[in-house]
C-alpha cells in the first residue's frame, strides 16, 4: 500500500494501517471517557485485544492501584446487595451469580454469552437497574448506539436520584450515595449514547430536550462532580461543538444561549482538562473546546451591544420623526391661525 493511500491511523490491537477507502472502527469507551478514540481494523481485533486495551484505560484513569480498585470492586458488590435486599435469598443468589458470569465473559471479550446472561438476570429481576447498565455497556462495546441508549435509559429510570428516596426508589429515610451516583453513570451514558447520529426521534426519551437537558446536566455536575463526564456533558449541552451537532429536541425558536451560559461552558472543559490524566498534548482537545465556548461568548456578547445599539439609533430615529411630525403640525396650526 503506498503512502498515498494510508489515512495515518494504525489499529491499536495489531497495528495495522488504515486504507484510505476503509474507516476504522474506533473504541466506545474512550469515545464515552471523552479520550481519542482508539482505532481497530476489525471488530475481532477490538474483542481479541480488549483485555490489554482495558488495561490501557484502567491505567490512564488511576483504577489500576490495588487499593484503589479493591475499594471500587467492594463498593459495587455493596451497591449490589443494597438494591436487592428486598429480594429472596434464592433469587438474590442467582441474580448475582449471573452479574458476576456476565462480568467475567465481558472481561474476556465474549460480548454474546455475557449479554445472554444478563438478559437471564433481567428476567429474573426486571426491576433492578444494574443489569441493565451492565448490558448498556455490552451493547455500547458492540457500537451499537440505539441500544445502549435505550438501556441506560432504563437503568437511569430505576437507580435512585434524589436524596430522599431509598436504593429501591421509593419514598423513605433511608438514602443510598452509591445508588445515587449509579443513576448520574447512567444517565451520562444515556445522554452520551442518544446523541450518536442515526437513532430516531420517536425513541428519545421525553427529558431529551433542549430545556431540560440544560437542568439535568447542571444536576449531574452537583450530583457526580467527580465524574468529568458530567462536565462534559454539561459543557456540549451549554455549548454543542461543530463537528458534534446535538441530536435533542430543540425550542420552536432553536437553540439560544446566553453569553454566561456560553463561559460556563468554557469553564467546564477547563474543569475536564484539569481532571484528565496525562501530557499537555494530550489535553489540548479540551483547550480547543474551551476556547471556541469563549469565543462564541464573545461574539454573542458583541451581537447584543450591537442589536442594543441598533435598537437605541432606530428609537432617535423613530423620536428624531415624532418630533418632524409634530412640529409639521405645529406650524400647520400657527400659519392656520395667521391667516385667520
Same mark, same amino acid.
Given at each position: 500500500?503506498?503512502?498515498?493511500?494510508?489515512?495515518?491511523?494504525?489499529?491499536?490491537?495489531?497495528?495495522?494501517?488504515?486504507?484510505?477507502?476503509?474507516?476504522?472502527?474506533?473504541?466506545?469507551?474512550?469515545?464515552?471517557?471523552?479520550?481519542?478514540?482508539?482505532?481497530?481494523?476489525?471488530?475481532?481485533?477490538?474483542?481479541?485485544?480488549?483485555?490489554?486495551?482495558?488495561?490501557?484505560?484502567?491505567?490512564?484513569?488511576?483504577?489500576?492501584?490495588? #487499593?484503589?480498585?479493591?475499594?471500587?470492586?467492594? $463498593?459495587? +458488590?455493596?451497591?449490589? %446487595?443494597?438494591?436487592? *435486599?428486598? /429480594?429472596?435469598?434464592?433469587?438474590?443468589?442467582?441474580?448475582?451469580?449471573?452479574?458476576?458470569?456476565?462480568?467475567?465473559?465481558?472481561?474476556?471479550?465474549?460480548?454474546?454469552?455475557?449479554?445472554?446472561?444478563?438478559?437471564?438476570?433481567?428476567?429474573?429481576?426486571?426491576?433492578?437497574?444494574?443489569?441493565?447498565?451492565?448490558?448498556?455497556?455490552?451493547?455500547?462495546?458492540?457500537?451499537?448506539?440505539?441500544? #445502549?441508549?435505550?438501556?441506560?435509559?432504563?437503568? $437511569?429510570? +430505576?437507580?435512585?436520584? %434524589?436524596?430522599?428516596? *431509598?436504593? /429501591?426508589?421509593?419514598?423513605?429515610?433511608?438514602?443510598?450515595?452509591?445508588?445515587?451516583?449509579?443513576?448520574?453513570?447512567?444517565?451520562?451514558?444515556?445522554?452520551?449514547?442518544?446523541?450518536?447520529?442515526?437513532?430516531?426521534?420517536?425513541?428519545?426519551?421525553?427529558?431529551?430536550?433542549?430545556?431540560?437537558?440544560?437542568?439535568?446536566?447542571?444536576?449531574?455536575?452537583?450530583?457526580?462532580?467527580?465524574?468529568?463526564?458530567?462536565?462534559?456533558?454539561?459543557?456540549?449541552?451549554?455549548?454543542?461543538?461543530?463537528?458534534?451537532?446535538?441530536?435533542? /429536541?430543540?425550542?420552536?425558536?432553536?437553540?439560544?444561549?446566553?453569553?454566561?451560559?456560553?463561559?460556563?461552558?468554557?469553564?467546564?472543559?477547563?474543569?475536564?482538562?484539569?481532571?484528565?490524566?496525562?501530557?499537555?498534548?494530550?489535553?489540548?482537545?479540551?483547550?480547543?473546546?474551551?476556547?471556541?465556548?469563549?469565543?462564541?461568548?464573545?461574539?454573542?456578547?458583541?451581537?447584543?451591544?450591537?442589536?442594543?445599539?441598533?435598537?437605541?439609533?432606530?428609537?432617535?430615529?423613530?423620536?428624531?420623526?415624532?418630533?418632524?411630525?409634530?412640529?409639521?403640525?405645529?406650524?400647520?396650526?400657527?400659519?392656520?391661525?395667521?391667516?385667520?
Amino acid at each position: 500500500m503506498g503512502e498515498e493511500d494510508f489515512t495515518g491511523r494504525v489499529c491499536w490491537g495489531c497495528g495495522e494501517k488504515e486504507p484510505a477507502g476503509k474507516k476504522f472502527q474506533t473504541c466506545a469507551r474512550c469515545r464515552e471517557e471523552g479520550l481519542a478514540p482508539s482505532p481497530f481494523c476489525s471488530k475481532e481485533c477490538l474483542k481479541e485485544h480488549w483485555p490489554k486495551h482495558k488495561a490501557w484505560h484502567l491505567e490512564r484513569s488511576g483504577e489500576n492501584d490495588k #487499593a484503589g480498585s479493591a475499594a471500587k470492586e467492594k $463498593a459495587v +458488590l455493596s451497591t449490589l %446487595k443494597s438494591v436487592m *435486599n428486598e /429480594q429472596p435469598a434464592s433469587e438474590t443468589k442467582s441474580y448475582m451469580s449471573l452479574m458476576m458470569q456476565a462480568d467475567e465473559l465481558k472481561l474476556r471479550g465474549s460480548y454474546t454469552p455475557a449479554e445472554k446472561l444478563l438478559r437471564e438476570a433481567v428476567e429474573l429481576n426486571p426491576t433492578n437497574p444494574i443489569a441493565y447498565a451492565a448490558l448498556g455497556e455490552i451493547m455500547a462495546l458492540g457500537n451499537k448506539p440505539a441500544e #445502549a441508549a435505550a438501556l441506560y435509559v432504563k437503568a $437511569a429510570a +430505576l437507580f435512585p436520584n %434524589k436524596a430522599a428516596t *431509598n436504593v /429501591q426508589g421509593t419514598a423513605g429515610p433511608a438514602t443510598n450515595a452509591q445508588g445515587t451516583n449509579l443513576w448520574a453513570s447512567s444517565m451520562l451514558s444515556a445522554i452520551f449514547w442518544l446523541n450518536v447520529p442515526g437513532g430516531k426521534v420517536e425513541d428519545q426519551p421525553t427529558w431529551f430536550n433542549d430545556v431540560e437537558l440544560k437542568e439535568l446536566s447542571a444536576e449531574l455536575c452537583s450530583t457526580a462532580p467527580n465524574d468529568l463526564r458530567s462536565w462534559q456533558t454539561r459543557a456540549f449541552v451549554l455549548c454543542p461543538m461543530p463537528d458534534m451537532p446535538p441530536q435533542w /429536541q430543540m425550542p420552536p425558536g432553536g437553540m439560544v444561549r446566553t453569553e454566561e451560559e456560553l463561559v460556563e461552558a468554557g469553564r467546564c472543559w477547563q474543569r475536564v482538562m484539569q481532571m484528565t490524566p496525562g501530557s499537555k498534548e494530550e489535553k489540548r482537545p479540551y483547550v480547543a473546546r474551551a476556547a471556541h465556548c469563549f469565543r462564541t461568548a464573545q461574539l454573542v456578547a458583541e451581537r447584543v451591544v450591537q442589536q442594543a445599539a441598533e435598537a437605541q439609533k432606530q428609537a432617535q430615529e423613530e423620536a428624531r420623526k415624532a418630533a418632524a411630525a409634530e412640529n409639521l403640525v405645529m406650524g400647520q396650526g400657527t400659519a392656520g391661525v395667521a391667516a385667520w
